[in-house]
Every structure is written in structure tokens, then in C-alpha cells.
């Protein structure tokens, strides 16, 4: 078992995977192409009765890059794990939610869009983040030479130091929605997969009395471990049904998680892609390197989209930059992964 290397690469073992286990496949053009200008899609592998009253959503690169340990995972559940599935249930397998993000190998979308910020009530007025007015030029200087690299981490470090670490993720990757050129912008709207993942579960989970939904994610924790994250509050029907279904959910609002509070995360508001249904979200979010590396990367990568060039030279490094941050390539990783996603899978096709 181990990750793809492109995202066409990923593509087509899932896809070939999916086939192999009697899926129904669906595919859904993106209208942006790839850095190699290969086609960009959402696909889609359904494996169980149209009209099941149970079904499971998988669904991998919510954060583009994060799709390569999805990919995998998925990949590897239908040509190995399927038979598993009670006929009953239906289980829908959604490859890449943001296949732009996935292909560039970035965490956000064609518009800079973090699309787990990007679930906010767009009739309200956005949520607030002045502290991030602070940080704006220092997280994606104008520049990216050496010299500027250290004195922005130098100065952020010192607001790790006078704010504390954990206020400094909450600001930085809270959520904001008033620089386009910012790390976990938020967008001004509903984006592409945003407008696509309503669509889809209208009409897909139109006859479920029950759905479990599994978002799968990188970057935050131990090497190697999945902590499964609800975006509610304990006593929420949203959290404790998960807790029930799963045991050692934590949830992001009571701050015992990985993860800080997010503004406009699509599994906050999952209950309303089917609300008709009993809905069970998770996500799990599986470790990969330390917070100050993955942020590193980050501001790389946001640099390099608006000050630099996505197709010239300093691309490249920037990219191995991002994907080694979300995605480690040791096989050893792929293979800690896969039990967590495994036992996760078999407790949500149980209807």
C-alpha cells in the first residue's frame, strides 16, 4: 500500500478499483484543468441498493492534498474490504471533493477557497477575526527569499510566545474571510465543491433514513494516528450519536481535539445535506509532521499562488513542501493509517 504519486495516478486506481469491485461509477467534470492539463473530477463510486435506508459517505481532498491519503485508503477499502459491506447498506465513495487542490497539490481550491471555511450562512455577516488583521503580511509576505522566511517566523513566534500556542492556531487557521490571498480564507460565497456537495447529496441520500458520513483529513497530531473529530458539542445529536456509533469521538468545540474551533466546516452543518435522515458525521485526522512545519508549508504555498508563479521554477520545491507536510510518502505511514480507516468503515455499515 502506498500513496499516488499524481493526482491522475490516484485517480485512475480508484477509479479501476471501483470497477473491479461492481461500483457504480459517476464521474463529474471540474471546469479547471490539472498542472499537466489533465481533466479535473469529482468521482463518484456507489456499491448498494439506490433506495438503501443506510448509507455510508467517504469522501476524500475536502483539502486537496490531504486526497492522497484518502485516495489511498479508499483505493484500497474497494478492492480489499467491499465484500464486507451488508447488501442492505449503501456505501457512496466520494474521490476528491476538491480535485483542483488535489492536482496542484494544495490545500485549498481554484479560488484560494479553504473549503472547510467555506460552509458558513452565507445570508449572515461572515464571523470576525481581527487578531488575523495582525498577522496577514507576516503569514504571506510579498517575498519569499530567506532573509524575509526568518524575519516573519521570527515575529510570529513571538506571538506564539505572548498569545500562547494554542490561541495562535485558533486565529491563524479559525477561519477568515477578508484576505483572498490568506491562508484558511474562507471565500465570499459558496465555491465549486462547495455548490457540487449540495447537489449531489440532495438527490443521493433522498431515500436514507440513516447516514454516516466519514471525512477523511491530514496534518493535525502523532505520526501516523487518525483522531476522530466532531464538529459539535457533546449533548449535540450530531456528537453524541458519533460517539455512540464510534466511542473515542472528541469534539472540536469542547477543545479536547487536534483541531481548533472552525468557522464554516461542511460536517458542522452535514445534518443538512440529508434533513430527512439520522446524520452521524466524523472526520478523522491523521498526523503527519509538526504544526510549525505544516504551517511553513502553508505560507509557501499561499506565497507562491499570489506573489509568485504556480508554473515556474520555485514551484516545485514549494509543492514537495506542501505534499510532505500532508502527505508522507513512507509506506510505513500509509499502513499506520489504514487500521483506523478500517475499523471506522466496518462500525458505519452496520445500519
Given at each position: 500500500?502506498?500513496?499516488?504519486?499524481?493526482?491522475?495516478?490516484?485517480?485512475?486506481?480508484?477509479?479501476?478499483?471501483?470497477?473491479?469491485?461492481?461500483?457504480?461509477?459517476?464521474?463529474?467534470?471540474?471546469?479547471?484543468?490539472?498542472?499537466?492539463?489533465?481533466?479535473?473530477?469529482?468521482?463518484?463510486?456507489?456499491?448498494?441498493?439506490?433506495?438503501?435506508?443506510h448509507v455510508v459517505l467517504v469522501v476524500s481532498a475536502t483539502h486537496g492534498v490531504e486526497g492522497y491519503c484518502g485516495s489511498a485508503l479508499q483505493t484500497r477499502w474497494l478492492s480489499a474490504r467491499a465484500d464486507e459491506?451488508?447488501?442492505?447498506?449503501?456505501?457512496?465513495?466520494?474521490?476528491?471533493?476538491?480535485?483542483?487542490?488535489?492536482?496542484?497539490?494544495?490545500?485549498v481550491n481554484e479560488d484560494n477557497v479553504d473549503l472547510n471555511r467555506n460552509f458558513v450562512d452565507w445570508s449572515q455577516p461572515v464571523p470576525a477575526n481581527p487578531d488575523y488583521d495582525l498577522?496577514?503580511?507576516?503569514?504571506?509576505?510579498g517575498e519569499w527569499s530567506a532573509a524575509e522566511q526568518q524575519r516573519t517566523t521570527e515575529v510570529l513566534l513571538t506571538y506564539a510566545m505572548e498569545w500562547g500556542f494554542e490561541r495562535l492556531q485558533e486565529v491563524v487557521s479559525g477561519g477568515q474571510y477578508s484576505y483572498p490571498t490568506g491562508v484558511f480564507y474562507g471565500g465570499t460565497g459558496p465555491v465549486w465543491s462547495h455548490r457540487w456537495l449540495r447537489e449531489f447529496c440532495a438527490s443521493a441520500l433522498a431515500a436514507a433514513c440513516s447516514v454516516a458520513i466519514i471525512d477523511l483529513h491530514t496534518g493535525l497530531g502523532p505520526w501516523g494516528v487518525g483522531e476522530l473529530i466532531a464538529s459539535a458539542a457533546p449533548g449535540d445529536p450530531l456528537f453524541d450519536r458519533a460517539a455512540e456509533r464510534w466511542t473515542d469521538v472528541?469534539?472540536?468545540?469542547?477543545?479536547?481535539?487536534?483541531?481548533?474551533?472552525?468557522?464554516?466546516?461542511?460536517?458542522?452543518?452535514?445534518?443538512?445535506?440529508?434533513?430527512?435522515?439520522?446524520?452521524?458525521?466524523?472526520?478523522?485526522?491523521?498526523?503527519?509532521?509538526?504544526?510549525?512545519?505544516?504551517?511553513?508549508?502553508?505560507?509557501?504555498?499561499?506565497?507562491?499562488?499570489?506573489?509568485?508563479?504556480?508554473?515556474?521554477?520555485?514551484?516545485?520545491?514549494?509543492?514537495?513542501?506542501?505534499?510532505?507536510?500532508?502527505?508522507?510518502?513512507?509506506?510505513?505511514?500509509?499502513?499506520?493509517?489504514?487500521?483506523?480507516f478500517h475499523d471506522v468503515m466496518t462500525a458505519a455499515v452496520r445500519s
Open positions: 500500500m502506498h500513496l499516488s504519486p499524481t493526482y491522475p495516478i490516484a485517480r485512475a486506481a480508484f477509479l479501476d478499483a471501483a470497477r473491479v469491485a461492481g461500483a457504480t461509477v459517476t464521474s463529474f467534470a471540474h471546469p479547471l484543468l490539472g498542472p499537466g492539463g489533465e481533466p479535473l473530477a469529482v468521482d463518484v463510486a456507489e456499491l448498494g441498493p439506490a433506495d438503501a435506508e459491506r451488508p447488501a442492505s447498506v449503501r456505501v457512496v465513495h466520494v474521490h476528491a471533493l476538491n480535485p483542483y487542490g488535489m492536482a496542484w497539490v494544495r490545500r498577522l496577514a503580511e507576516l503569514l504571506v509576505p472528541r469534539s472540536m468545540l469542547a477543545g479536547d481535539s487536534v483541531s481548533a474551533v472552525l468557522a464554516g466546516d461542511w460536517m458542522n452543518v452535514a445534518d443538512q445535506l440529508a434533513p430527512h435522515a439520522e446524520v452521524t458525521p466524523v472526520t478523522i485526522e491523521y498526523g503527519t509532521v509538526d504544526p510549525v512545519t505544516v504551517l511553513q508549508s502553508l505560507r509557501a504555498d499561499a506565497w507562491l499562488h499570489s506573489h509568485g508563479d504556480p508554473t515556474g521554477p520555485d514551484a516545485p520545491a514549494v509543492r514537495a513542501q506542501v505534499r510532505a507536510a500532508f502527505a508522507d510518502d513512507d509506506p510505513a505511514w500509509i499502513a499506520a493509517c489504514w487500521p483506523r
